[in-house]
T-cell receptor, first 113, second 115 residues
Framework: DQQVKQNSPSLSVQEGRISILNCDYTNSMFDYFLWYKKYPAEGPTFLISISSIKDKNEDGRFTVFLNKSAKHLSLHIVPSQPGDSAVYFCAASSKGSARQLTFGSGTQLTVLP | NAGVMQNPRHLVRRRGQEARLRCSPMKGHSHVYWYRQLPEEGLKFMVYLQKENIIDESGMPKERFSAEFPKEGPSILRIQQVVRGDSAAYFC?????????????FGQGTRLTVV
């Protein structure tokens, strides 16, 4: 029972272009969404988050979009840089679950120079 | 300003031994979460603790696993009588508060290998 799904296990993008990573969720109780970036042998690093009262949040090169009716969120990275190559995890939480995070399975982003 | 500290980074145990994983949260954080990542999978929630209290252990296996977060010292995840299937990366995260919108910050993880 995957409540958070990242259907693309991998994505390759040319340096300077836009990277779009997608995430779908099924639990309508989720009200807070986060993106984490993870390098091999390291812990996830927080990137950006969005609450369900918003539909967009921007931080530098990173923008997260939330479509509640479709239960879909996406992370846009523009322009993409080789250092962005990592696994990106989408995560969701709800107040009712004491803010535990439910993670997707991740998308490996490779930015080609 | 140290982040979340986990030790050891790597732990090798023989089947049937005990594994103890330690986590010191970020300064000022009183909420600790443990997650497990099996190979080729995402992170799975195990347990959420505050000082001296287990708040939510719905993701913990019913047997052999336990966790604590004492008043003084790090949080400990303990696995008794380890089996090969326990081999995974175990991540600890901490947050300033648990109820509102707050990011959880992760440690570098402990990679447990059961041989």
């Amino acid at each position: 029972d995957q409540q958070v799904k990242q259907n693309s296990p991998s994505l390759s993008v040319q340096e300077g272009r836009i990277s779009i990573l997608n995430c779908d969720y099924t639990n309508s109780m989720f009200d807070y969404f986060l993106w984490y970036k993870k390098y091999p042998a390291e812990g996830p690093t927080f990137l950006i988050s969005i609450s369900s009262i918003k539909d967009k949040n921007e931080d530098g090169r990173f923008t997260v979009f939330l479509n509640k009716s479709a239960k879909h969120l996406s992370l846009h990275i523009v322009p993409s840089q080789p250092g962005d190559s990592a696994v990106y995890f989408c995560a969701a939480s709800s107040k009712g679950s004491a803010r535990q995070l439910t993670f997707g399975s991740g998308t490996q982003l490779t930015v080609l120079p | 300003n140290a982040g979340v500290m986990q030790n050891p980074r790597h732990l090798v145990r023989r089947r049937g031994q005990e594994a103890r994983l330690r986590c010191s949260p970020m300064k000022g954080h009183s909420h600790v979460y443990w997650y497990r990542q099996l190979p080729e999978e995402g992170l799975k929630f195990m347990v959420y603790l505050q000082k001296e209290n287990i708040i939510d252990e719905s993701g913990m296996p019913k047997e052999r696993f336990s966790a604590e977060f004492p008043k003084e010292g790090p949080s400990i995840l303990r696995i008794q009588q380890v089996v090969r299937g326990d081999s995974a990366a175990y991540f600890c995260a901490s947050s300033f508060s648990g109820g509102g919108y707050t990011e959880a910050f992760f440690g570098q993880g402990t990679r447990l290998t059961v041989v």
